[in-house]
């Protein structure tokens, strides 16, 4: 019901980019909560794989209409645009790692080339259009956490002092993903800090551990 009223509006002011944005954004979210209800379903066994492969077909061609959509000609499109495409490409990465999964497929370069078209849009909107750190913190603390898993040995680097500095401006990643980039990245240093000999680690986030884990404290 909200995504048609979204989309009808959008269609009576045509110019109206704020009431495109409503229905991307609108699409977006049901789009999110399709592939949240179809990996479910297939969690559960409730369908087949023929019948995940034919709605996973659909919703993939949705998601790449919708990303398509978003790419405004002759003009640069504003932060808001830019953050919707983002969370597209989030959706599409976390998909399709579901679906590589369920499918048994091993090529994982489609994930790659998704994990870093996400830092790209990062790094540029770091450079172009976010002024402090803590920006960059909250509107890409998630977005990082899904990319980093698939990223290139030449972006982790990067990657590793984006993530510090997200928990420096007080965003701090629970122990089980340390864990798993730990594993991931081959560095055991990771399930302590994200740099080499605690550089930049901060004193609050250290207490913050330490209370949660003496306390007893469950991270989610």
Known sequence: MAEKCAVDEAAKFPDDLSKKLWAWTARKERCAIDIASLAAKVQWGLIDKEEFVTKNKKLLAELDSLHKA???????PPLDVRLCIVDIISIKLMYGYQTTCFLQDTDILKLERLALMLCCFMRWMEEKELSTP???????????RIAAPFLPKHVIIWARWKLAMIEQCGCVSPPAF????????????LTNWWLAENKGYPRLVREIREWVEHGGCRWD
């Open 70 to 76: 978003l790419r405004l000609p002759n003009s640069e």
């Open 134 to 144: 803590t920006e960059f913190a909250l509107l890409f603390r998630g977005t990082l």
């Open 178 to 189: 340390r864990t798993r980039m730990a594993k991931l990245w081959k560095d055991d240093e």
